[in-house]
T-cell receptor
Framework: SQQGEEDPQALSIQEGENATMNCSYK?????LQWYRQNSGRGLVHLIL?????REKHSGRLRVTLDTSKKSSSLLITASRAADTASYFC?????????FGAGTILRVKS | DAGVIQSPRHEVTEMGQEVTLRCKPI?????LFWYRQTMMRGLELLIY????????DSGMPEDRFSAKMPNASFSTLKIQPSEPRDSAVYFC????????????FGSGTRLTVV
């Protein structure tokens, strides 16, 4: 079963634009994580935000977390063609992560 | 570290045959996870180990699936007998301290059962 639900399912933007993806979840969490998956590859960990944090930055990535709304967003600024990938949010359930269905991002050059 | 290593990268087998997927986690990581990815069902957790002990196998679809972790540096996922609906990409991931930190995923094994 999937805890996180990403929105939108797919997103197509021009290089240089910002991309925003959202994630909603159902139960309480200790942390929420975002991953990227390039076509035919494994998932790569991008960023982890803990339940007591509201915002976190890593390079061109900005993640926010609103535990009252049970939602998170991932913002990629100044997107590049190399950012084309699927992006997944994952929430922790005890020791394990439960992944959402993902957002497919296409950045056109 | 070379990361999480999975083998084989691709496997094509006939229905009814036994399939064994292999995984070498990152040295020092105490958790190992097996996931399956399909278009229809997304990423599903099959089973995970902590310190080589299976903790939760509730995601294993049927008795045809089994997993072992004989030591800290090796795990296998076996399907016997295989069926066409088992076709998917199988990922192994390892982590330190479970879900408290990020997972490191392998490149996956693409399994096709014909």
């Amino acid at each position: 079963s999937q805890q996180g639900e990403e929105d939108p399912q797919a997103l197509s933007i021009q290089e240089g634009e910002n991309a925003t993806m959202n994630c909603s979840y159902k139960t309480s969490i200790n942390n929420l994580q975002w991953y990227r998956q390039n076509s035919g590859r494994g998932l790569v960990h991008l960023i982890l935000i803990r339940s007591n944090e509201r915002e976190k930055h890593s390079g061109r990535l900005r993640v926010t977390l609103d535990t009252s709304k049970k939602s998170s967003s991932l913002l990629i600024t100044a997107s590049r063609a190399a950012d084309t990938a699927s992006y997944f949010c994952a929430t922790d359930g005890y020791d394990k992560l439960v992944f959402g269905a993902g957002t497919i991002l296409r950045v056109k050059s | 570290d070379a990361g999480v290593i999975q083998s084989p990268r691709h496997e094509v087998t006939e229905m009814g045959q036994e399939v064994t997927l292999r995984c070498k986690p990152i040295s020092g990581h105490d958790y190992l996870f097996w996931y399956r990815q399909t278009m229809m069902r997304g990423l599903e957790l099959l089973i995970y180990f902590n310190n080589n002990v299976p903790i939760d196998d509730s995601g294993m679809p049927e008795d045809r699936f089994s997993a072992k972790m004989p030591n800290a540096s090796f795990s296998t996922l076996k399907i016997q007998p295989s069926e066409p609906r088992d076709s998917a990409v199988y990922f192994c991931a390892s982590s330190l301290l479970g879900a408290n930190y990020g997972y490191t995923f392998g490149s996956g094994t693409r399994l096709t059962v014909v």
